[in-house]
């Protein structure tokens, strides 16, 4: 086997151990845990008109202790 093959080889080797490491860093990495206790994801809210507002999602709630799906979605991205 000359030099060159061998270079060819390992050379041909390296993308595939790259997307490897990619895919087994990605998987060990996870996907944030959702807490709906976790107060930094509740709808952050201001009064007017008697309503409650949230001002990241821009819904008009009811309460202020339920999930914000904009928060949500910013915390899983």
Same mark, same amino acid.
């Given at each position: 086997?000359?030099?060159?093959?061998? /270079?060819?080889?390992?050379?041909?080797?390296?993308?595939?151990? %790259?997307?490897? !490491?990619?895919?087994?860093? @990605?998987?060990?990495?996870?996907?944030?845990? /959702?807490?709906?206790?976790?107060?930094?994801?509740?709808?952050? %809210?201001?009064? !007017?008109?008697?309503?409650? @507002?949230?001002?990241?999602?821009?819904?008009?709630?009811?309460?202020?202790?339920?999930?914000?799906?904009?928060? %949500?979605?910013?915390?899983?991205?």
């Amino acid at each position: 086997m000359s030099i060159w093959t061998i /270079i060819a080889k390992v050379i041909g080797l390296i993308p595939s151990a %790259v997307e490897a !490491g990619a895919a087994i860093a @990605k998987a060990f990495r996870g996907t944030p845990r /959702i807490d709906p206790l976790d107060l930094t994801l509740w709808h952050t %809210v201001t009064y !007017g008109r008697g309503l409650m @507002k949230c001002v990241t999602c821009q819904q008009w709630v009811q309460r202020q202790n339920e999930l914000c799906p904009e928060e %949500v979605r910013r915390r899983r991205s």
